[in-house]
């Protein structure tokens, strides 16, 4: 076992401390850190052993299990443990086959039954460019016929520092750099050097903080007719993967579609919905 030295800046993480870290982070999260992942989960919370002034990651971890403030503290190791890499209009071909394919096939369907809604979630929507990017897609199909339709896209995230990020809406031009120039010049505004998304599509969206582990919370998130969650389970292992893919299936309306991240794959995690190929993408339709 390596000795643990006497400053933060140098505590090293033993075997032992990260199990149970990353024990307690899973249990509480569903975040899974497999055995090759100790150097990037030190690396990660030694900045919690900084903030909260602590030499060793044996006190971290008591302060997690027994402080009266683990609540508060929890957040912060979240927002430590998450990577929040986005942009919008990210993964293109998956893009264009929802606003080419998948959107108007579920507008389409709600008209014909008299029911001018639509409910979209992101789910791990990070710093607001996956919800903005569907609010601003809705709003090119729908043009003026916006007024007509009851929208409104929910977006959640396990970390509060990317939830503050996206409530401010502004972002830098990297960010943008996949936004066409005319949808750049309709729904941003310069702040700076860099750009505020317009209050017609903020207003669009409703960023809530969200644990997936909360099984209660997303069991409450029904009636969706398409779900983002994309790179989300990537972090998961495959026991939690299937819990929370049985619950976005649960979470859509017949017919609804979940789009994940391109790397990512429901083989051998869930056969209930049905593959869909769109050109250069794949979606995930609840029949």
């Known amino acids: 076992m390596s000795e643990l030295r006497t400053s933060a800046g140098t505590a090293q993480m033993t075997d032992d401390n990260f199990r149970l870290l990353r024990d307690?982070?899973?249990?509480?999260s569903g975040i899974y850190f497999s055995d090759t992942k100790k150097a990037q989960l030190e690396n990660r919370l030694m900045l919690?052993?900084?903030?909260?002034n602590l030499t060793d990651y044996d006190k971290y971890y008591?302060?997690?299990?027994?402080?009266?403030?683990a609540s508060k503290?929890?957040?912060?190791?979240?927002?430590?443990?998450?990577?929040?890499e986005t942009s919008f209009f990210r993964s293109p071909p998956q893009i264009q086959a929802f606003q080419e394919k998948a959107l108007p096939?579920?507008?389409?369907?709600?008209?014909?039954?008299?029911e001018k809604t639509l409910r979209l979630w992101s789910a791990g929507c990070s710093t607001g460019d996956e919800p903005y990017t569907m609010a601003i897609i809705v709003k090119e199909l729908l043009q003026e016929r916006l007024s007509e339709w009851d929208v409104k896209i929910f977006a959640s995230?396990?970390?509060?520092?990317?939830?503050?990020?996206?409530r401010s809406a502004t972002y830098n031009e990297y960010t943008l750099r996949s936004v066409p120039p005319?949808?750049?010049?309709?729904?941003?505004?310069?702040?700076?050097?860099?750009?505020?998304?317009?209050?017609?599509?903020?207003m669009l969206v409703e960023l809530q903080y969200l644990n997936f582990n909360d099984s209660k919370r997303v069991r409450l998130m029904r009636g969706f007719d398409a779900i983002f969650c994309r790179n989300v389970l990537i972090y998961f292992d495959d026991t939690a993967k299937k819990r929370f893919v049985s619950q976005l299936y649960?979470?859509?309306n017949p017919g609804g579609y979940l789009f994940i991240g391109h790397s990512e794959s429901l083989h051998n995690i869930s056969r209930a919905f049905k593959l869909v190929h769109f050109p250069g993408a794949l979606g995930y339709k609840k029949e």
């Open 250 to 252: 649960d979470n859509l």
């Open 157 to 166: 995230d396990i970390s509060e520092k990317a939830l503050r990020s996206a």
């Open 24 to 28: 307690f982070i899973y249990e509480h």
């Open 48 to 52: 919690r052993l900084r903030a909260n």
């Open 73 to 84: 503290e929890m957040r912060s190791l979240f927002d430590s443990v998450t990577t929040n």
């Open 182 to 202: 005319e949808i750049k010049k309709k729904y941003f505004v310069p702040d700076g050097s860099q750009y505020k998304i317009n209050d017609e599509i903020r």
């Open 105 to 114: 096939e579920l507008m389409n369907n709600r008209e014909n039954i008299g």
């Open 62 to 69: 008591y302060m997690l299990k027994y402080d009266p403030q």
